[in-house]
């Protein structure tokens, strides 16, 4: 196994935001992901959001769970708290952590493995809590750790390599958290780096759970004839495209179109990735017609891509439950333990 390390040493005048750090100081080890891999612009997408915004690296906690996305973690914000928790179980670790402290910035990345199948449970209970946290899958319709299965995203009628059909409905993850009651619903692609960084940046600075659907090529396991991400598929039928094919060893494929078009992004072999971006004109407070919207262009074959919905008037968990505003790792015994005088007067407002 050989292992890759960063430079210790940088250009010295590098440029540096508001708090004196350079975008160095955001990103994490050298990624072992597939050259090519989506997901390593997402994490890049990550440091640049970060690094622009002036966050403390510190001050993060990154959690995940199993899968190749949950591997992305280690690629961004090194200096920061990180877990990698079992699979699907990433939202439990992530409101624990917090409750804990609200004084984290909280980030869970996950896959359409890891939320849309073990922890699809998870992921519909988190939205409701509304834990205040930006929750990013990276979104390729395929299990790629053991070696191309399909996942819960993938669309009805492809077919793996083998030539075995999926016989089952896809899982579309942002209309789910549309109907949830999300406060917050994105989706974006990894190669247009435009879009992806303005979302994440308001997603981490959104009061609530934000959350953000990210189409991230997989390079390895949906580039044969019979996928439904194959050009001569996407002509013929009108297919939810929640995910887009890559060829290894390719320069990274990017988009950089304007709102309220539509853009075809051409693949290496020939196949094509359909994306169309909300018009300026879009109602993003409108719960109701962004499902309707992102339900209607699934049928043209068309995956949305921008700020689908947010709610200016969100809360969070610690303002519905009405908790303490002091991290609960800084209170002091006195504090967590007032005294029998005190727990029986609230017994007593109880009877």
């Known amino acids: 196994m050989t292992f890759v390390a960063k430079p210790r040493t940088h250009h010295p005048r590098l440029p540096v935001n508001e708090i004196g750090l350079t975008r160095r100081d955001y990103e994490g ?39 190749c996305s949950s591997k992305t973690p280690s690629y961004f914000l090194n200096k920061s708290h990180g877990f990698n928790s079992v699979h699907g179980r990433m939202p439990s670790v992530i409101t624990g952590a917090n409750l804990a402290n609200r004084d984290l910035f909280c980030v869970g ?33 395929t299990y790629g750790l053991t070696k191309g299965q399909f996942s819960a995203t993938n669309d009805k009628g492809s077919t793996n390599k083998k030539g075995v ?28 780096k435009r879009q992806l960084v303005p979302l994440l940046k308001a997603g981490l600075r959104h009061r609530g759970m934000a959350f953000i659907d990210v189409i991230s090529p997989c390079v390895a ?77 699934q049928q043209e074959g068309e995956v949305v891509t921008g700020l689908l919905y947010i709610d200016p008037d969100a809360s969070d968990c610690h303002e519905i439950l009405d908790t303490v505003h002091t991290p609960l790792n800084e209170l002091n015994e006195t504090d967590l333990c007032p005294g029998a005088d005190n727990l029986d007067a609230i017994n007593a407002s109880f009877r």
Do not use: W
């Open 165 to 192: 059909p999926n016989l089952y409905e896809p899982i579309d993850l942002a209309s789910m958290a549309l109907q949830l009651g999300a406060t917050f619903v994105a989706r974006s692609f990894s190669g247009d």
């Open 109 to 141: 990345v996950s896959g359409d493995g890891d939320s849309a199948s073990i922890g699809m449970g998870q992921f519909a209970h988190i939205v409701r809590r509304r834990i205040n946290m930006l929750y990013i899958v990276d979104n390729n319709g």
């Open 221 to 297: 396991f949906n580039n044969h004839e019979g996928s439904t991400k194959s050009y001569d598929h996407l002509r013929q039928f009108d297919h939810n495209v929640v995910n887009a094919d890559y060829i290894g060893d390719h320069d990274e494929i990017t988009a950089d179109y304007q709102p309220g078009t539509i853009e075809d992004v051409s693949m290496p072999d020939g196949t094509t990735l359909r994306l169309y971006k909300l018009e300026d004109s879009f109602d993003p407070h409108d719960r109701v017609g962004a499902l309707n919207y992102v339900q209607k262009r």
């Open 29 to 67: 080890s050298v990624s072992t992901l597939c050259a090519g891999c989506g997901h390593d612009s997402v994490s890049a997408a990550i440091v640049q959001a970060c690094a622009e915004l002036s966050m403390p690296p510190h001050r993060f906690a990154k959690v995940s769970g199993i899968g």
